[in-house]
């Protein structure tokens, strides 16, 4: 059933506004872009988009290291544009998502402007991590941790002191004991809802809080409690964060992006007080295999109940290998890698399950979120030369993680060559290069085709808004054969995912609501999926 809690089982859409749509042909995604497209996104059926950050930015890591969180970056637009969107999104129905980051801010932001300019010891240094060295002069980082991205986790000033970051060294990691770090963000929050914001994407949200005493620890094991990875007082944040998004009429949601092993840890994040949801990456890391994902479904399943949170659901996102590619891996067992370099990938394999997995996820209690390139089965873009690269990931590590840019490539809308319709005219290029097979992928090409992923995204997401099993409810599991999923919702809804090699038989007096692949003879073929009327 739905509520008027929308986030308990909206479809979000996540647009990565660098690679979207480009209005105005310089070869980066823009607002005018998003704005041109805001139909084609109706027409999906999504209910939010969640934006990756628009902000004023360097671009050391994308956007994730903002300048300025009330101004959106001219590569993007302006804020009067930003507004414009956010009112004809919701004249279509459309609710609006933006990024926060909390974790770090960017070198060029004027908080770390004005440390780098006052002495150590100084109120300025102190909204960020700045300390001594080790070794006879200082010439030793403060401690060993090392930065997610590659490297210590600590750069050296000229005045001899080192400060902090998680990520890049343009990210300099914000002290969260600092009451002034706490006032700012939630005037941050205010700016955004007062703008009619919907909800909020908290970037790395169980990284802001730090052990003071910034202790070593074995980077072998991961130690709890850790000296920065879900420490407690990250509670007392988003409970400020939820007073503020409760103080307005219209229901606002906190979406954290909280990546922990541990399913009770994560959960209490959610509770009531906290953040809405979060997003569950089990899928990011699961096999294709029946007995995985349903153990997956189901520790996902408990562990919200435990705190009355809806679950969500993530095939793909803007940080890892798109699940076209993952799910394409020719040995199933290293399907579940988050990124890697895929020397041998069945495209066709890949987009077979995707579109199973796209009904799965779709038929699962909670929200479902779909990356930008989804809808169209884009897979990773593996080929894109070292000097096009752009993510710090891959510079950082000397390319031994491959990085992010190829999911992050511009979307194809139209035409036979780049910059197939993402640009108004070619001049400038996309900012990555596309991939040469991806004309048949784009909008235009799969738009009059019924059997396009598109189309299936389209028909299956039409049918989930009207689907009154679906949304909040429990999943009860059918008894099937091994490497058949079957699971009922409310009283008359069943889904169906075959993961076995052969042909699967569907229960007796169902009508078909859609599939994944057409049936033959009746029976669901390997890798497909069902919908089902049972009554
Ligand atoms: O990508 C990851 C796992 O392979 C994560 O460690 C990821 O870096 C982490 O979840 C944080 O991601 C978020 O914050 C980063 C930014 O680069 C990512 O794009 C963002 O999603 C720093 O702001």
Redesign the pocket.
Request: glycine letters at 0%; zero cysteines.
């Given at each position: 059933p739905r509520t008027t809690e929308w986030w308990r089982h909206a479809a979000i859409y996540q647009v990565y506004p660098r690679s979207f749509a480009d209005g105005n042909g310089d070869g980066t995604g823009d607002l005018a872009g998003v704005r041109s497209r805001l139909g084609y996104l109706q027409r999906l059926g999504v209910e939010a988009i969640w934006f990756?950050?628009w902000y004023l930015t360097p671009m050391a890591?994308?956007g994730?290291?903002v300048t300025d969180f009330r101004r959106i970056d001219p590569r993007f637009g302006t804020l009067a544009e930003a507004e414009k969107l956010i009112g004809e999104a919701h004249e279509l129905g459309i609710r609006i998502i933006v990024?926060i980051?909390p974790?770090?801010v960017s070198n060029e932001h004027a908080w770390f402007e004005a440390a780098l300019q006052s002495p150590p010891g100084s109120p300025e240094r102190d909204l960020f991590w700045f300390r001594e060295g080790r070794g006879e002069h200082g010439e030793l980082p403060p401690n060993e941790w090392q930065s997610?991205?590659g490297g210590p986790a600590w750069t050296r000033l000229p005045d001899g002191q080192w400060y902090l970051h998680?990520?890049?060294p343009e990210?300099p990691d914000l002290n969260w004991r600092s009451p002034l770090v706490r006032a700012e963000y939630e005037d941050v929050l205010r700016f955004w809802f007062d703008r009619g914001v919907d909800g909020i994407r908290v970037?790395?949200a169980a990284?802001c809080s730090k052990d003071p005493a910034l202790p070593d620890y074995d980077h072998s094991v991961f130690p709890h409690p850790h000296p920065y990875v879900d420490l407690d007082e990250n509670h007392d944040i988003y409970r400020g964060w939820r007073a503020v998004a409760d103080s307005y009429a219209e229901p606002r949601a906190l979406i954290g992006?909280v990546?922990l092993a541990d399913p009770v840890r994560f959960a209490h994040y959610l509770r009531p007080d906290e953040l809405h949801t979060a997003f569950n990456?089990d899928f990011l890391g699961c096999r294709w295999d029946a007995a995985a994902l349903r153990a997956c479904i189901d520790q996902t399943l408990a562990a919200h109940a435990d705190v009355g949170a809806p679950s969500t659901w993530v095939l793909s996102?803007?940080?890892?290998t798109r699940h076209v590619t993952r799910y394409g891996r020719p040995d199933t067992s290293t399907a579940g890698g988050?990124?890697q370099y895929n020397p041998v990938v069945d495209e066709d394999l890949g987009r077979h399950r995707a579109r199973a997995a796209a009904l799965l996820t779709m038929a699962l209690p909670g929200a479902v979120y779909i990356y930008q390139g989804d809808e169209l089965g884009l897979p990773e873009a593996e080929g894109i030369p070292a000097d096009r690269r752009d993510?710090?990931?891959y510079h950082r590590t000397n390319g031994e993680?491959p990085g992010?840019d190829g999911c992050r490539v511009p979307l194809p809308w139209s035409g036979g060559q780049e910059p197939y319709g993402f640009s108004p005219d070619t001049e400038a290029g996309p900012w990555l290069p596309q991939p040469a097979s991806w004309a048949q992928l784009s909008v235009a090409a799969q738009e009059n085709d019924p059997d396009s992923m598109l189309n299936l995204y389209r028909r299956a997401l039409a049918l989930r808004a009207a689907e009154p099993a679906l949304g909040d409810g429990p999943v009860t599991w059918l008894d099937f054969p091994p490497g058949v999923l079957a699971f009922t919702r409310g009283d008359d809804f069943a889904c169906v995912v075959n993961l076995s090699a052969t042909p699967a038989e569907l229960p007796e007096h169902v009508r078909v609501l859609i599939t994944s692949h057409p049936l033959s003879d009746g029976l669901l073929p390997p890798d497909g999926s069902a919908w089902l009327r049972t009554a």
């Open positions: 990756s950050p890591d994308a994730y290291d990024d980051v974790n770090h997610i991205f998680l990520f890049a990210q970037d790395s990284m992006e990546w990456f996102n803007h940080d890892v988050i990124r993510d710090p990931i993680d992010r």
